[in-house]
DNA sequence: CATAATCTCCGATGGAGAACCGGAGTATAC
DNA sequence: GTATACTCCGGTTCTCCATCGGAGATTATG
């Protein structure tokens, strides 16, 4: 998330941005990010570019993907976000199953309705706040 | 939540009801859910009578215990249910910590708003369904 | 074309927490 | 006082997350 954010500043530039500088800036361990990023590229999140002076970009507009998209991903990866429907069902399970679902989807509503681009706008504002501070 | 939906259905009766049933009844076992019912004892969820005909019973009414506070029991054995504010705190951290704070909030508040009797009920009309199949 | 820079894949490690089992101790109805 | 329960404590296994290291593939550039 926080490497998303990066590359989101970065995205009306042309160029990648490499896991080095990502890590770097966000302080997240380099070779853990790159399995992250990896994760991503597979979901088609974000690009990657090979070889000397590659890197890694978002593959959509920054408004175009969703907090739920990302967290679908990660989360994905083997376990499918679905928790799958008890084995041995009794009601009791498929109640109790049923009240987790709802609790998921209304988190997931919010998640869906927040892309990355927004993130960004609430960081504006932030930082907006934080120089008020000093004027 | 299996296992308090089995204390619900026997709230009525005076008496409480043992280890071994509720296991039995929800196909859970037993030697687990004996430490889960310890953990929601010290809670102050459900009451325990030790000796022989012992067991356990519900502190409170069933309509006066909503899920996000067994959940809250549950997950905060050790760590707050509040995922502190990270450690090294950046804008875009703090930013990050702020929608995810808000998605669980979305989902508490399901949570808070569903009552064990409220899935008693739903239980019952599930069941209720389940007979149109026959008649 | 050689080389350095960079991603890519794969395997290994350590820690945390969940799920689970077993034993020794304690309280209580009968 | 004894059988029936809960209570406490420790240990095992399993999975997932976070992390690191190495060998290989790819490509811009001189």
Known sequence: ???????????????????RQI??????????????????????????????RGGYSLAREPWKITL???????EGRESQGQTPPPASLTIERAVVH???????????????????QDLCDRKAAQQQIGLMYYI
């Open 23 to 52: 890590a770097a800036q966000q302080h997240i361990p380099d070779r853990y990010l790159e399995q992250l990023l990896a994760t991503l590229r597979r979901s088609g999140l974000v690009c990657s570019q090979r070889g000397a």
């Open 68 to 74: 739920l998209e990302i967290i679908r991903c990660i």
């Open 1 to 19: 998330m926080l490497a998303l954010l990066t590359l989101v500043d970065h995205y009306h530039q042309g160029d990648p941005l490499q896991i």
């Open 98 to 116: 049923e009240i987790w679902q709802e609790a998921d989807q209304a988190a997931n509503h919010v998640l869906e309705n927040c892309t990355l």
